[in-house]
């Protein structure tokens, strides 16, 4: 029940986000942002309230050690 209060507490950029990882599974900072949208510190204010919920893990991306990928690891309910 507090992970689902905390949740509806999120802005609505960070349920953006957290919708379009669901339905994505695993996506970089930049794709975030190009699919969004939205403004780079905008997306990167979402991932960090995800992440500080523990919705989404980041990533290594595989081929570019710089760039992180991110993937949605638990629902808030």
């Given at each position: 029940m507090f992970a689902q209060r905390s949740f509806l507490a999120?802005?609505?950029s960070a349920k953006f986000l957290y919708v379009l990882l669901k339905n994505r599974r695993r996506m970089s900072r930049q794709d975030l942002i190009s699919n969004t949208f939205l403004p780079p510190r905008t997306v990167n204010y979402g991932l960090s309230r995800l992440k500080d919920l523990g919705l989404i893990r980041e990533h290594e991306h595989g081929k570019d050690k710089r760039r992180a990928v991110?993937?949605?690891?638990?629902?808030?309910?």
């Open positions: 999120l802005p609505p991110y993937e949605l690891i638990s629902a808030p309910m």
